[in-house]
Structures are given as structure tokens and as C-alpha cells.
């Protein structure tokens, strides 16, 4: 049964990412990003991990996939984009060393930390002590690290807006 | 994998497996699905009845009982006619949106208590066939986030409709509606949180559990403000008027189902009214008890019902609110785009924020148990922050309108 929906889960990630990239529709690759973020959720549950399951499905695949679709529909991009061109020189180069070092990275995670993982597999906690857990590890040992990323966050919408609405001639806002 | 289960619903905690489980199950699978289709079909002639009358019109009489029977025929219609799909469309896209908005309505009636005994501290697990269960399809542990998580699903069959059809009024009406329902998503969740803070759990028989007298209804232990909010941003959340600006039929003919026709349309037709009843009963449950009973001078009325008496008071519950969408829609003029946008960021998010840091702060002093001085000084200094926030989030606002006027805004 585990191993039935481990692999289901994970030909739908699979599946999922190959979409990503083969697609040339914008849209269509961005359907794709959905499909693996559903079979992560799936994965999630799977391990016990229910709340997380639920905010990967409500924060990425319904807010910020959501968000990628809005803007691709808002700008019209959403035709086949001329692959010839390359904006900035280095950046398909860039692109290989970068996949490839990931790649490696969590590759030599996994092979580093099976036996913590095999471990893992084991803590499951009933009912809402999942959620318990998380929010005391957040909230008291991460603290620093999630007060910073909502800074982050802040700054960051700060400097969106700021962005936005340089301008201030009165012809700009017709 | 086989340690989850019994949080899920009890009946399949169980080392016999038998027919009895899996009847249990497939009957409540059933029920929830004839619930889901009749109930859909009830709401439309019920909308249509009550709008008529409250326009001083006879509305739907002919088919079958007070017309009773005219959703079934205007279904058997839709089913009949010609499914058209638009030359510009991107057809597998086209074919799968109506799904995605289909699916998730359903959905939403697996976690909701229909019924069972939650009076007295009980939790409401009944017994059917010698199996011990609970009268809702499944109980996950993040029983309320499941429900957020279908409705954000709900919005990329809107979405991804209007899309699809290659042309331009549904395109509007789809980028209308994301953008509606993400910022009503933000308030609605905010107002979830204050109840999911005060019941202490997600799963949504724990929620009901929790509300077992009038007084520790959430509507009233939360302070009423969270209800409303969640009352106005669930409207929005389903584009039901005044929020409508979706399918505004004066400016977009019809909003993202535009070019959809035949069984596709009747798909979206059946997944918004569906929504409505399913929302409502969510509603019920967070706020007004679900299946709990409400007890007038000391007596429950409807306990002559037995075994039934939760599910009937739950249906007494979601019968006010699907009255209530229906006056909100025969009453209010839709909201202007702007008013609209206004009305969701610079109102109804601030609020719930407010109120759930105030709420966050008296849990706070009942945990730590800060007796009477300690409440006061908790109580007061709260305050304070939120006046506080109130007057700079004024003096931004007054701020923002200025640089708009300078600018040559309309508005």
C-alpha cells in the first residue's frame, strides 16, 4: 500500500517536472508545477505529515502558482516564447552548473543521511501533536530565522511597491 | 500509512475487516453524493422562488410541485444541447476547468459533521452495523485546512475557464475572479484562524465538540467579528452578488463561462450552487455548532427526532444562510471594482488581523492564568498597540489618497 502511493506520488512529481520543462506554453508548464507540488502534498500525507500536506497544497498550489497564471494572463504572455534568444549571455551555462550542483547536493544528502532518514519514518504523531510540534520548533527554537524571513517578506512588498510607483508625473496615471 | 487511519474515522480502526466497514463507508460516500446532487437542485429552485417573491413574482410553477421538479427539467435540457467548443480555445484546458471546479465543491462535504450525538460532551461517533463512526465522511486531523485547500483549487477551475476560451470577456472575468478570490482568501483565513485558536484543533468534529452550549458557540466565544467577516469574504470567496463582479453580466456577458455550453456550463452551474450549500455548512460548523443542538429554555425541540436531531438542526442552521445568500443577492447592487478591492484590504483584513491578535492575547492570559489585574493590563495594553496600528494604517491611507489626487485619480 505505502509503496502503491509512494510511486503514484511520485510518477505524478515526476511527471509533473518533465511537464515543467517541455512544455511551451506558459500556462500549460505552469498547470505542470501544480501536478508536482500535488504529488509532493501526496507524499507529505503519505508520511504523516498532514498539516504540511495542507499548506503545501494552500500556499503554493493555491496561492503562488495562482499568482504565476495571473501574471502570465495579465501580461499576455501566454504564447510560445522564441528560445534563440538568450537575454543574458551567461545565463544557460549558468543554468547547467547550477542544476548540477543541486543535483549532487541533494544526492549526497540522501546518501549521507539514510540512516537518520530511515529513522524519521517511524515518528508519527497522532492527531494535531504534528501540528503542535511544528509551531513549538517554529516558534521557539527558529524563532530568529522566521522573524527574519517575515522582514524579508516585508522588504520585499516594500520594495515592490516602491518599484511600482516611481513615477510621479500626473500623465502616468491614465 | 496504516497508523493514520484511525484518525480518520474510527470505523476503520479495525483489525475485522468485514463487510460492515466498507458499507459503512460506500453508504456515506452515497448519502454525501445524493446530498450534494439534491441539495444543488433544491438551492436553484430555491433561489429562484425566493428572488421571484421577493420581486413580486410567481417564479418557477410549472414542473412538478410549486415547480419544484424545473432544475431536473432544465438539466435534462442542458444535457441535450450541443457542446460547442470555441476554434480559439485551448481545448484540453477547456475540458478539464469545469472539473476543477466541479470536483472540489464536492469535496468539501466530506469533512463537514452531518449529523450525530455531540450533546453533553459526547463526540458525536454513532454506531451502524456494530461499527463505531462518525456521520461525516472523513475526520483528517487538518479537517478546516482541507477546506481551504479545495477552495483554492476551486479558483484555477475559474481561472484556467476563462483562459482557456480564447477570448476576451472570459478573460476578464477569470483575471476578475482570481484576483477576487485570493484577496478575500486572506480575511477568510484570518477570520478561520480566530476560531481554529479558540476551539485548540482543525479537525472539524473537535470544532463542533468544543461549541456545546449557545455560550461557547464560536460565533459568541469569538466576539461575533470573525463571524461577520467570514460571512462577507465567504460571499466573495463564491461570487455570489454583491460580490458578482466575476460574472457581471452587464460588462462581461457572462464572466468566465462565456463560451462554455451543454454539460460543461451545467458542470460550473452545479459547482457554484453547490458551493453555496457546502459553504454554508461550513459556516454552521465553525461558527453555530453544526449538529449541535440549540437549547431553548432547556429543551431541545427537536429531540422527538432521535437519532436524527443533529442533522436536522444542522439543516435548520444552512437553511438561514442559503436564505441569506438569497436576500444578500435580491437586496444589494453589485460593488464597483475599486470598492470591491477597498472593502477586502483596507477593511475586512485589518479587522481580522486586530481581532485575532486581541483574541491571541486573552488565550494567552487564560493559559498563563494571569487572574484579574493581569487580564485588565493585557486587555488595555492591546488596545492601546491596536488604536496604535488603527491611526498610522489611517495616516497611510490619508498618505496613499493624497499621492492618488496628486496623480489625477478619479477616485
Same mark, same amino acid.
Given at each position: 500500500?505505502?509503496?502503491?502511493?509512494?510511486?503514484?506520488?511520485?510518477?505524478?512529481?515526476?511527471?509533473? &517536472? @518533465?511537464? #515543467? !520543462?517541455? +512544455?511551451?506554453?506558459?500556462?500549460?508548464?505552469?498547470?505542470?508545477? *501544480?501536478?508536482? /507540488?500535488? %504529488? $509532493?502534498?501526496?507524499?507529505?500525507?503519505?508520511?504523516?505529515?498532514?498539516?504540511?500536506? &495542507? @499548506?503545501? #497544497? !494552500?500556499? +503554493?498550489?493555491?496561492?503562488?502558482?495562482?499568482?504565476?497564471?495571473? *501574471?502570465?494572463? /495579465?501580461? %499576455? $504572455?501566454?504564447?510560445?516564447?522564441?528560445?534563440?534568444?538568450?537575454?543574458?549571455?551567461?545565463?544557460?551555462?549558468?543554468?547547467?552548473?547550477?542544476?548540477?550542483?543541486?543535483?549532487?547536493?541533494?544526492?549526497?544528502?540522501?546518501?549521507? %543521511?539514510?540512516?537518520?532518514?530511515?529513522?524519521?519514518?517511524?515518528?508519527?504523531?497522532?492527531?494535531?501533536?504534528?501540528?503542535?510540534?511544528?509551531?513549538?520548533?517554529?516558534?521557539?527554537?527558529?524563532?530568529?530565522?522566521?522573524?527574519?524571513?517575515?522582514?524579508?517578506?516585508?522588504?520585499?512588498?516594500?520594495?515592490?511597491?516602491?518599484?511600482?510607483?516611481?513615477?510621479?508625473?500626473?500623465?502616468?496615471?491614465? | 500509512?496504516?497508523?493514520?487511519?484511525?484518525?480518520?474515522?474510527?470505523?476503520?480502526?479495525?483489525?475485522?475487516?468485514?463487510?460492515?466497514?466498507?458499507?459503512?463507508?460506500?453508504?456515506?460516500?452515497?448519502?454525501?453524493?445524493?446530498?450534494?446532487?439534491?441539495?444543488?437542485?433544491?438551492?436553484?429552485?430555491?433561489?429562484?422562488?425566493?428572488?421571484?417573491?421577493?420581486?413580486?413574482?410567481?417564479?418557477?410553477?410549472?414542473?412538478?410541485?410549486?415547480?419544484?421538479?424545473?432544475?431536473?427539467?432544465?438539466?435534462?435540457?442542458?444535457?441535450?444541447?450541443?457542446?460547442?467548443?470555441?476554434?480559439?480555445?485551448?481545448?484540453?484546458?477547456?475540458?478539464?476547468?469545469?472539473?476543477?471546479?466541479?470536483?472540489?465543491?464536492?469535496?468539501?462535504?466530506?469533512?463537514?459533521?452531518?449529523?450525530?450525538?455531540?450533546?453533553?460532551?459526547?463526540?458525536?461517533?454513532?454506531?451502524?452495523?456494530?461499527?463505531?463512526?462518525?456521520?461525516?465522511?472523513?475526520?483528517?486531523?487538518?479537517?478546516?485546512?482541507?477546506?481551504?485547500?479545495?477552495?483554492?483549487?476551486?479558483?484555477?477551475?475559474?481561472?484556467?475557464?476563462?483562459?482557456?476560451?480564447?477570448?476576451?470577456?472570459?478573460?476578464?472575468?477569470?483575471?476578475?475572479?482570481?484576483?477576487?478570490?485570493?484577496?478575500?482568501?486572506?480575511?477568510?483565513?484570518?477570520?478561520?484562524?480566530?476560531?481554529?485558536?479558540?476551539?485548540?484543533?482543525?479537525?472539524?468534529?473537535?470544532?463542533?465538540?468544543?461549541?456545546?452550549?449557545?455560550?461557547?458557540?464560536?460565533?459568541?466565544?469569538?466576539?461575533?467579528?470573525?463571524?461577520?467577516?467570514?460571512?462577507?469574504?465567504?460571499?466573495?470567496?463564491?461570487?455570489?452578488?454583491?460580490?458578482?463582479?466575476?460574472?457581471?453580466?452587464?460588462?462581461?456577458?457572462?464572466?468566465?463561462?462565456?463560451?462554455?455550453?451543454?454539460?460543461?456550463?451545467?458542470?460550473?452551474?452545479?459547482?457554484?450552487?453547490?458551493?453555496?450549500?457546502?459553504?454554508?455548512?461550513?459556516?454552521?460548523?465553525?461558527?453555530?455548532?453544526?449538529?449541535?443542538?440549540?437549547?431553548?429554555?432547556?429543551?431541545?425541540?427537536?429531540?422527538?427526532?432521535?437519532?436524527?436531531?443533529?442533522?436536522?438542526?444542522?439543516?435548520?442552521?444552512?437553511?438561514?444562510?442559503?436564505?441569506?445568500?438569497?436576500?444578500?443577492?435580491?437586496?444589494?447592487?453589485?460593488?464597483?471594482?475599486?470598492?470591491?478591492?477597498?472593502?477586502?484590504?483596507?477593511?475586512?483584513?485589518?479587522?481580522?488581523?486586530?481581532?485575532?491578535?486581541?483574541?491571541?492575547?486573552?488565550?494567552?492570559?487564560?493559559?498563563?492564568?494571569?487572574?484579574?489585574?493581569?487580564?485588565?493590563?493585557?486587555?488595555?495594553?492591546?488596545?492601546?498597540?491596536?488604536?496604535?496600528?488603527?491611526?498610522?494604517?489611517?495616516?497611510?491611507?490619508?498618505?496613499?489618497?493624497?499621492?492618488?489626487?496628486?496623480?489625477?485619480?478619479?477616485?
Amino acid at each position: 500500500m505505502e509503496l502503491l502511493v509512494f510511486v503514484l506520488a511520485s510518477v505524478m512529481v515526476l511527471a509533473g &517536472a @518533465v511537464g #515543467v !520543462i517541455a +512544455y511551451r506554453n506558459p500556462v500549460h508548464a505552469a498547470l505542470g508545477l *501544480v501536478l508536482t /507540488l500535488f %504529488g $509532493v502534498a501526496v507524499h507529505f500525507v503519505s508520511m504523516e505529515a498532514h498539516f504540511l500536506a &495542507a @499548506v503545501q #497544497v !494552500i500556499v +503554493y498550489a493555491g496561492a503562488i502558482v495562482v499568482l504565476f497564471l495571473f *501574471v502570465i494572463m /495579465l501580461l %499576455g $504572455v501566454d504564447r510560445a516564447e522564441d528560445l534563440d534568444v538568450e537575454p543574458f549571455k551567461i545565463q544557460r551555462p549558468l543554468a547547467v552548473i547550477v542544476g548540477a550542483s543541486v543535483t549532487g547536493l541533494v544526492i549526497a544528502a540522501v546518501v549521507r %543521511g539514510r540512516s537518520t532518514l530511515g529513522e524519521m519514518s517511524d515518528a508519527a504523531a497522532p492527531g494535531d501533536d504534528n501540528i503542535r510540534a511544528l509551531a513549538r520548533n517554529l516558534y521557539s527554537d527558529h524563532v530568529l530565522a522566521f522573524e527574519l524571513t517575515s522582514v524579508l517578506l516585508i522588504v520585499a512588498v516594500v520594495g515592490t511597491v516602491v518599484l511600482t510607483r516611481r513615477s510621479r508625473r500626473p500623465e502616468v496615471s491614465q | 500509512m496504516i497508523a493514520a487511519v484511525p484518525m480518520v474515522d474510527p470505523v476503520l480502526d479495525t483489525d475485522d475487516w468485514w463487510w460492515q466497514p466498507l458499507a459503512v463507508v460506500g453508504l456515506k460516500v452515497l448519502v454525501i453524493f445524493i446530498i450534494g446532487l439534491v441539495g444543488t437542485m433544491f438551492m436553484v429552485w430555491f433561489e429562484r422562488k425566493i428572488v421571484a417573491g421577493m420581486q413580486n413574482r410567481v417564479g418557477p410553477n410549472k414542473a412538478g410541485p410549486f415547480g419544484l421538479l424545473q432544475t431536473l427539467a432544465d438539466g435534462t435540457k442542458l444535457f441535450f444541447k450541443e457542446d460547442l467548443i470555441p476554434d480559439r480555445a485551448d481545448r484540453m484546458v477547456f475540458r478539464i476547468a469545469p472539473f476543477l471546479a466541479f470536483v472540489p465543491a464536492f469535496l468539501v462535504w466530506a469533512v463537514i459533521p452531518l449529523g450525530g450525538d455531540f450533546t453533553g460532551g459526547r463526540d458525536g461517533t454513532v454506531t451502524w452495523f456494530g461499527e463505531t463512526t462518525r456521520v461525516q465522511l472523513a475526520d483528517p486531523p487538518v479537517g478546516v485546512l482541507l477546506v481551504l485547500a479545495l477552495s483554492s483549487i476551486a479558483v484555477y477551475g475559474v481561472m484556467l475557464a476563462g483562459w482557456s476560451s480564447g477570448s476576451k470577456y472570459p478573460l476578464l472575468g477569470s483575471v476578475r475572479a482570481s484576483a477576487q478570490m485570493i484577496s478575500y482568501e486572506a480575511a477568510l483565513g484570518l477570520s478561520l484562524a480566530a476560531v481554529l485558536m479558540t476551539a485548540g484543533t482543525l479537525s472539524t468534529s473537535g470544532i463542533v465538540a468544543n461549541q456545546s452550549s449557545i455560550t461557547n458557540w464560536h460565533l459568541l466565544s469569538t466576539g461575533v467579528v470573525p463571524f461577520v467577516i467570514f460571512l462577507i469574504a465567504m460571499t466573495a470567496e463564491l461570487n455570489r452578488p454583491p460580490f458578482d463582479l466575476v460574472e457581471a453580466e452587464q460588462e462581461l456577458v457572462g464572466g468566465f463561462h462565456t463560451e462554455y455550453s451543454s454539460i460543461r456550463f451545467a458542470l460550473f452551474f452545479l459547482a457554484e450552487f453547490m458551493n453555496v450549500i457546502s459553504m454554508s455548512a461550513l459556516l454552521v460548523t465553525l461558527f453555530l455548532g453544526g449538529p449541535q443542538p440549540l437549547y431553548l429554555g432547556g429543551v431541545d425541540v427537536l429531540a422527538f427526532l432521535g437519532p436524527f436531531g443533529g442533522t436536522a438542526w444542522l439543516l435548520a442552521k444552512v437553511f438561514i444562510f442559503l436564505y441569506v445568500y438569497v436576500w444578500f443577492r435580491a437586496t444589494l447592487p453589485r460593488l464597483r471594482y475599486d470598492q470591491l478591492m477597498n472593502l477586502g484590504w483596507k477593511v475586512l483584513i485589518p479587522i481580522a488581523l486586530g481581532w485575532f491578535l486581541l483574541l491571541a492575547v486573552l488565550q494567552v492570559g487564560r493559559d498563563r492564568n494571569v487572574g484579574q489585574t493581569g487580564y485588565v493590563v493585557l486587555v488595555v495594553a492591546s488596545l492601546a498597540v491596536l488604536v496604535l496600528c488603527y491611526l498610522l494604517f489611517q495616516a497611510a491611507l490619508a498618505v496613499a489618497r493624497r499621492n492618488r489626487e496628486s496623480e489625477g485619480a478619479a477616485y
